[in-house]
């Protein structure tokens, strides 16, 4: 998560935005061949996260840290996960697809399509979270 999915998804988000602000509203969206080709890097590493995340469930990191308030240690978390293989594998698999998602946004240099595909891309990163990560928030 933390290598492949994590900073990905993050490129993804913002590589599309429209920031109001007092000196105006930035319309931000790749323009270049170059960002183009950078974003689509971020969205096959994302597919590529997700499909490893399927074909070998994750182990966590069961290092001694202070879970946020709601947050699950990672023991938790990880007994969950192999609780419910099932269920994460339909996350990984939810988050794949809307990484293909973006890949075809990303393809057709569809600057709309491609910032709502990172609205897919939330919603199956939240699916997982609200499940696993933190369940009583």
């Given at each position: 998560?933390?290598?492949?999915?994590?900073?990905?998804?993050?490129?993804?988000?913002?590589?599309?935005?429209?920031?109001?602000?007092?000196?105006?509203?930035?319309?931000?969206?790749?323009?270049?061949?170059?960002?183009?080709?950078?974003?689509?890097?971020?969205?096959?590493?994302?597919?590529?996260?997700?499909?490893?995340?399927?074909?070998?469930?994750?182990?966590?990191?069961?290092?001694?840290?202070?879970?946020?308030l709601g947050e699950l240690q990672?023991?938790?978390?990880?007994?969950?996960?192999?609780?419910?293989p099932m269920v994460f594998e339909?996350?990984?698999?939810?988050?794949?697809?809307?990484?293909?998602?973006?890949?075809?946004?990303?393809?057709?240099?569809?600057?709309?399509?491609?910032?709502?595909?990172?609205?897919?891309?939330?919603?199956?990163?939240?699916?997982?979270?609200?499940?696993?990560?933190?369940p009583k928030q």
């Amino acid at each position: 998560m933390d290598t492949k999915v994590d900073p990905s998804a993050d490129a993804i988000w913002d590589s599309v935005a429209y920031i109001a602000a007092r000196s105006g509203i930035e319309d931000r969206q790749p323009r270049t061949d170059e960002q183009w080709r950078a974003v689509r890097r971020s969205a096959l590493t994302l597919i590529e996260g997700a499909d490893l995340l399927r074909a070998k469930r994750p182990r966590v990191a069961l290092v001694n840290i202070e879970a946020k308030l709601g947050e699950l240690q990672p023991s938790e978390i990880q007994r969950r996960i192999d609780a419910t293989p099932m269920v994460f594998e339909q996350f990984a698999r939810s988050l794949g697809e809307a990484g293909n998602q973006a890949l075809a946004a990303i393809d057709a240099r569809d600057a709309k399509a491609l910032m709502d595909s990172g609205g897919t891309i939330d919603e199956a990163c939240e699916a997982c979270h609200l499940t696993y990560w933190y369940p009583k928030q």
